[in-house]
């Protein structure tokens, strides 16, 4: 008989909602898990096909079996350390739903700050029609924002990982988003990414091969090594990425480039000697330094 079987048949034998959210978070808490009741709601809720709303107004109903193993099921993946996001299969996203799988990068709520900017510069760009390229796609959620709130823009996303491009394909077709290519392609084969773009956008893998060792089991376990580390000092991929976006965009075009902490005087000189200027560094609602925004000059 495993743990969890034997505590839980230390337990009334009729289970309601209530009980099993208190009872899932006192086990997640005694073993450290962060956000341990929100997580055991929203696995509920995900079981019983209600939200998180619905969940409160039927606290006193009683779950039968098949309800009980289906969320057995999932408690066993988290107790595993796998991220909430991968066993939901979905996370939301600057206000739309993106799917996610192992072998994707799960979309930070930081990140949304490089879709904000990008969303301002296309405000100021009077153009009708405009093109930007995503480099490493990944799952969709920043080219499929973008493209979701900017309809006068057509994004082009390159990823060398195949489950990357099935995944974001998989997400425009299901969010019936039509201008959004996806292209299985390392961004410095010239051969395959030659045209010339208004903007370029990256979430690159800006994390140190030390800092990985470190990072928490649900993301140093679950999540795609390549998306996270450069296997270097953090800043490998963009001193690559900096001089081909330049090569990639029209003058006056803008980068976008999300960094890690304590990056920010390292990416500027990098951007600056690819040929940027006007370069400045944008603070995530935690205030840590995150976006890099950097402007090719006209001439």
């Known amino acids: 008989m495993s743990e969890i079987q034997r505590q839980s048949s230390l337990l009334p034998r009729t289970w309601t909602v209530l009980s099993l959210i208190e009872w899932s978070r006192d086990y997640l808490v005694e073993r450290d ?7 055991a709601e929203l696995m509920l809720a995900h079981v019983l096909n209600v ?4 969940l409160y107004l039927q606290f006193d109903r009683p779950l039968v079996p098949e309800e009980l193993a289906s969320y057995r099921a999932l408690f066993k993946r988290r107790l595993t350390h796998e991220p909430l996001q991968y066993i939901l299969g979905e996370t939301a996203f600057m206000g739309i739903t993106i799917h996610v799988g192992p072998g994707v990068l799960i979309p930070r709520p930081e990140t949304e700050l490089l879709v904000e900017l990008a969303l301002e510069s296309i405000r100021g760009i009077l153009k009708p029609q405009l093109r930007a390229l995503d480099v490493g796609i990944g799952s969709g959620n920043i080219a499929l924002a973008i493209a979701h709130h900017a309809t006068n823009v057509h994004v082009t996303g390159v990823d060398v990982s195949e489950a990357a491009v099935a995944q974001s394909r998989s997400n425009a077709t299901r969010l019936g988003i039509n201008r959004v290519d996806v292209l299985h392609a390392d961004v410095f084969d010239t051969g395959v990414v030659h045209d010339r773009f208004d903007l370029v956008v990256a979430n690159p893998p800006y994390i140190s091969r030390e800092e990985y060792e470190s990072l928490m089991p649900e993301v140093r376990l679950f999540e795609p090594r390549q998306a996270l580390t450069d296997e270097q000092d953090g800043y490998g991929f963009l001193h690559r990425l900096a001089p ?11 980068f976008l480039c999300e960094i890690g902490y304590g990056q920010e005087a390292g990416a500027r000189e990098i951007v600056v000697n690819a040929g940027f200027r006007d370069v400045s560094v944008h603070p995530d609602f935690a205030g840590i330094p995150r976006v890099v925004e950097a402007h090719l000059p006209l001439a």
Request: aromatic share 4%; hydrophobic share 40%; no cysteine.
């Open 244 to 254: 081909r976006a330049a090569e990639l965009l029209q003058p006056g075009g803008l």
């Open 51 to 54: 939200s998180r709303l619905q």
């Open 33 to 39: 898990f962060d956000e341990a009741r929100l997580h």
